[in-house]
């Protein structure tokens, strides 16, 4: 057992304990994090930096509006209904298209207009949010998922995780939905997480329910060697949320939509740390590196030229 | 640093009350230390002639290496009063205006060692604070006083320092032949405290301060017992004591100082003393226990603060309450060092309180059946797609429902059993069984299910260690060390090392190089 944990401190493996004090509770004040729990406010400061995310239709904020519903989506066919307090992806609703007497969602089941309905009620009554605190239920542009991920995604939607620490995307992962993860890509509920480049955007080796692994479980293709388009554009995106936002050790998850590019999903003021397992290595290193660099990084121009020059495969080999 | 800063110095506080009050206060360490007490009794018959009469007994005075805990001065027709005189002896006299026939009067108390100190201040007061009264031989006395002075004067030859004056002067005394200068002073029947009392006289015409004392020895329990009397000297820094008729020096602590001086035990006024006894009995009463009633005779600010003094009733109340930091830190250990997830932050330690309640075994099964039941109940409720709000208060309800019908049947197989299936916290259960659900629908049933027996594992080493009982005891003794916990968990609050469950988690990283 200390042997083991002396390997993983060699390694530069973040634990938990580590990350919650070190990190989160050091770098993150707590007057901050509601920028990141609420969704809707994190829409409107990223977009007001010029951060692209997905198009808000409209806010179910009262009971009185569930019956509104029609109104708000006006005609549109798809849409996400997404809880504005809601953590890991709980209570998000994929929409795919009309039907007679309801919707088809994401996963192809059909669901009744009051089916929807009582889903926004759940969402207004805080069932989804921090703290059972009652909430808001955004209603969001569906994106059309660029279809590079799609030999290896079962459904559901792939997104980007990258984790930035004072400014510093440092590490970066693809999220890949699984039969077992119901279509969503977060990693605890069965998702495959692949490591990514973070100079390149090339993905590489992947974890799934924390084993490495090379191939996705239920398609079989292999992860490794996937470009991510428009990466420049991403790691400037994750750079600028940092500047507008201001927590130290923070999340950014992006989407690749086919008509507008990267757009920004959500930012997490606690990052996990499966993406050291997805790539294969520790965090440490690279979040002590952006320590030493401290306050030669003043902009996001020179914290990219960082990431190119400190963490590229021939800087970290 | 400031942490570090804060957590030491909350240890080093607890650990130095601690150690004071272990130490010198003598506070037990152990739940059934016993700590002896022991229990005297005076019994006086007299026989009164139909007029007004008196009787004075000497009582222990206060002060000394002994304090009383209960004094009780029994009779039935007398009336009491309670006197102090100029040397610091303590009275109790009864009187009455017509004594006809038999009576008895009782003294009885309980006197317990006083912690600390060998010497009692009282052995350290010269004698010139002292009142004059005690002076021998009683003045007047001018054949008594001569004898004193030529004894004296046969000791100055071979008694240097005044130890072994007192030493030599008792000896003396003691093995006087008849007709000598010591058996003048002795009398004819020497007893220890006329052999003490011509020593003191003595003594004093070298002009050493001396003085009689009569005292129990408090050895072992004694169906009838006498005052022994023995001879302090002063020495010049403390009252020194020596045996009669031995004349060897001796440390009196077993010795409850009963009165000094040359006066009689008794003083009856119109009545005849049929028959004076002492009893002594050493009772073992648990440490534990005649400390609280001991807390007001010691004179020290700590001793006040511990929480033996309140009722019966608020002290188990403080005993459950002191053990709420152990049960919680138990959960942060699991918490952050071992990784167990756990459903609610608290839960497990309010669990573990109710387990105190309904045994291990008992509690495990309740806990498992009510939280089963309840989940069911819930998964039918879901079904009706309610409300979180009404839903959760109709999952409140179900589990009190749930809890009369356990009661119910529990009481069928044991009494009491029932009762003790009501005192589970009825919202944390509701909580649960909801926290569960949500879980369970969310991440699937795997984590729901290891969330639910991580709560369990995690309550079951709660109670364990809240059912420690030396751990029970020193807490509610030194409630001080409660800051150690404190400290601790402000320790863990920092701890940034892995979870043992993360060695497992990312194996595939230490292989890795």
Known sequence: MLDRIRRLRAAGVVGINARNTRYVADCNPSRLMPKVNDKLQTKRIAEAAGVAAPRLYGLVEIQAQVRRLEQILDGQEDFVIKPALGAQGDGILVIASRMKGGWRTAGGARITDREVAFHLSNVLSGMYSLNGLSDV???????KFDPIFDAV?????????????????????ARLPTRESDGKANLHKGGVGVGLDIVTGIT?????????????PDTGNALAGIAVPQWGEILRMAADCYTQIGLGYMGVDLVIDKERGPL??????????????????????????????GPDLADTAARLAFVRETFGRAATA | MHLRLLCTSLILVALALFIYRWQVLDYPLVP???????????????????ESARIGLFVPPRGGSFGALEEDFISSGFALTTQSDAIGNRSAVWSTGNLVDRSTVFYRALFYKLPGTELSEEARTPPADLSPDLRYPPPGNEAEAAAAEQIASSLDADAAGVETRAALAIERLANAAAGTNGEALVGAEATDASIAAAAAAVLAASDIPARVVHGLPLETTRQSV??????????????????APTGDPFTPTNHLIWWRGASELLSVEGADVKRTSFALQRQQIGATASLGQRSELISDPMSGATLLALPVNTQNVFRLLLMIPVGALILVVMRQVVGIETIGTFMPVLIALAFRVTDLFYGVLFFTLLVSFGLLMRFYFAKLNLLLVPRLAAMLVVVILLMVGMSLLADSVSLGLGLSVALFPIVILTMTIERISVTWEENGPPDAIKQAIGSLV??????????WTLLEHLLFVFPELTLILLAVMLMLGRYSGYRLTELGRFRDLAGAK
Request: with cysteine.
């Open chain 1, 137 to 143: 239920a955004m209603l969001e542009e569906r994106v």
């Open chain 1, 153 to 173: 995604s079962y459904k559901g939607v792939p997104d980007l995780r990258l984790l930035v620490y004072k400014g510093v995307p440092c590490m970066a992962m």
């Open chain 1, 204 to 216: 590489d080796g992947a974890v799934h329910n924390n084993r490495m692994t090379d191939e996705h």
């Open chain 1, 264 to 293: 920004l999903l959500e930012l997490n003021g606690r990052p996990g740390l499966a993406v050291q397992l997805a790539n294969g290595c520790g965090l440490q290193g690279r979040l002590d590196a952006v320590d030493r660099a």
């Open chain 2, 32 to 50: 059934d230390a016993d700590s002896a007490v022991w229990e005297i009794e005076a019994q006086i018959d007299v026989e009164g002639a139909g």
């Open chain 2, 226 to 243: 006498s005052p022994e009397a023995w001879l302090e000297v002063w020495t010049g820094e403390r009252w020194a004591s020596f045996h």
């Open chain 2, 458 to 467: 995690v309550a079951v080493l709660a109670y364990l260690a809240m059912s």
